[in-house]
């Protein structure tokens, strides 16, 4: 039935797209069963070794069904407080790189966050190629962040070397959302040449511009990146104010993801 649906929202889609000059280059609508496709999606792990450089408590795995499944037409992805693995806690880090690469586009993600205090999932991109050198001078791109301990609140941030967390000087917006934690919610990016704008359920919440004169510090934005979607537990800002181990296992559940590119 979802597929039937998904036929009539594409052509929909399509028509609609073509009037803005935007088409559908990749998707995945989660309406099979089992692990996330490998085909355009991989688990991202190497971060474990050093707690991915904010103090985070989670063991991101890979190939694992108890972490990430889609099933009923979702993809579900599972954090747990569980022994037998080097922190307490274990989740997953999905990514597309190599998979799904673009330059510019509007990507598009409708999904239902994990809620409970201590829980930080996102849906954000990185550089596929980090031309400009390591983190943040190669940019990143967060569509959406939420933490657990601020339920009514949704965040959009860009990082550059310039405008970083580091250096507080990130770009940023929060949006009150009194049912964050409680509905699904469409969260897309319309990037270009010239500016990310950030959307929430159609309506723009924040705009990045790039300035006349920037140099790469400022926007690095004009190479391939990425897109990642994990739930992180605990860390620097996830976890400010403590982990309610009472919330586990708790999930993120994403309906589907789109990337739209304009016509050459």
Known sequence: MKLFYFVLLMIFLVSCSSKS??????SDEFDYAGLPDSSKWSYDVEGNAWQWGNNELQHYTANRLENAVVKDGQLHIIAHKEDGFNRSYTSARLVTKGKGDWLY???E???????????????????????????????????MEYVGYAPDSLFFTVHTGAYNHVKGTHKANGVLVPDAEHDYHVYALEWTASKCLFFLDDEKVFEFKKEERATSAEWPFDKRFHLIVNLAVGGNWGGKHGVDETIFPCEMLVDYVRVYQKDK
Do not use: C, F, H, N
Request: proline share 7%; charged share 20%.
């Open 105 to 107: 586009g509007r990507i």
């Open 21 to 26: 000059g935007y088409q559908l280059v990749w």
């Open 109 to 143: 993600v409708r999904a239902k966050v994990a809620s409970g205090k201590g829980t930080w999932p996102a849906i954000w991109m990185l550089p596929s190629d980090w031309e400009y050198g390591g983190w943040p001078d190669s940019g990143e791109i967060d569509i």
